[in-house]
């Protein structure tokens, strides 16, 4: 059960393409957004999708797949992990922020994209 206890699976469509960083050492990182969408029915009986945007980033061979294989409005399942930072801005104040460190990617759709 210890790796259930932060885990995190989504099934979304990118925002944008993979946008790529190499480190002063090496490693290949990549961020991008991931759109996710609910979709029910509200009090009127009327249809609504609710559309939730998750910051994603990914390291090493992750990274790589992404950087080759995803563009902009790919269906992608992942999962990973929440990861928080806390950092100061150009004016002093502390920022919080949360993003999910992608461990694994599967490529959905009835075509490749690239």
Not at 86 to 92: F, H, L, P, Q, R
Request: proline content about 1%; hydrophobic content about 40%.
């Amino acid at each position: 059960m210890y790796a259930l206890k932060n885990k995190v699976q989504l099934i979304g469509n990118l925002g944008n393409a993979p946008e790529v960083r190499n480190t002063e050492n090496g490693k290949k990182l990549v961020r991008f957004s991931l759109a996710t969408n609910e979709v029910y029915r509200n009090a009127n009986g009327e249809k609504v999708t609710e559309t939730q945007w998750h910051n994603i980033i990914a390291w090493g061979k992750v990274a790589e797949i992404a950087e080759k294989f995803l563009s902009k409005g790919a269906e992608i399942c992942l999962e990973g992990k929440l990861v928080s930072r806390v950092y100061t801005d150009k004016e002093g104040n502390k920022k919080h922020f949360t993003e999910i460190q992608a461990n694994e990617l599967l490529m959905l759709g009835s075509k490749a994209v690239a």
